[in-house]
């Protein structure tokens, strides 16, 4: 079963550079054009220049008793399981997400690296449920991975 740990963050742009440019990193699904997610978003964003929190920031680990960094079948699973885990989040907090995998870790663990900008797709304000989302990120992916058999 995967860990998964949530921050936040003032810098999108940080955050996505730091998954991208990794050399470890394998695949990566955006809930839109790859090229236009950090643009659509911070268009989304400017809207609000109070907002000091652009993004939250998700690592979803495996261990590597489950999953094997080096099987290229292994890592494609885990990067379905954190798209399938933001499908999730998207339906229940309408939230745009980026998702990288890398195979980079000390510990040897595949590891998906999410990237969540800090607005709510309806409304165009903050997200209101982030609370909620902290709270509840544990026993979603729990249950996901519970359904995927992880």
């Not at 998954?19 to 659509?40: G, R």
């Amino acid at each position: 079963m995967s860990t998964v740990n949530i921050k936040t963050t003032s810098s999108m742009h940080g955050a996505l550079t730091y998954q991208e440019k990794n050399d470890s990193a394998v695949y990566e699904t955006a809930s839109c054009e790859p090229l236009s997610f950090y643009d659509t978003a911070m268009s989304m964003l400017s809207d609000n220049k109070r907002r000091t929190i652009e993004a939250l920031t998700i690592v979803q680990s495996f261990s590597p008793n489950e999953l094997d960094y080096t099987n290229p079948d292994h890592v494609l699973i885990a990067h379905q399981a954190g798209v399938a885990l933001c499908e999730i989040l998207h339906k229940k907090y309408h939230v745009m997400f980026n998702v990288v995998t890398h195979t980079d870790s000390a510990g040897h663990n595949v590891h998906n690296h999410i990237t969540i900008p800090n607005v709510d797709l309806e409304t165009g304000k903050a997200l209101q449920g982030e609370v909620k989302l902290h709270d509840n990120l544990v026993q979603i992916n729990d249950a996901l991975m519970r359904d995927l058999g992880l």
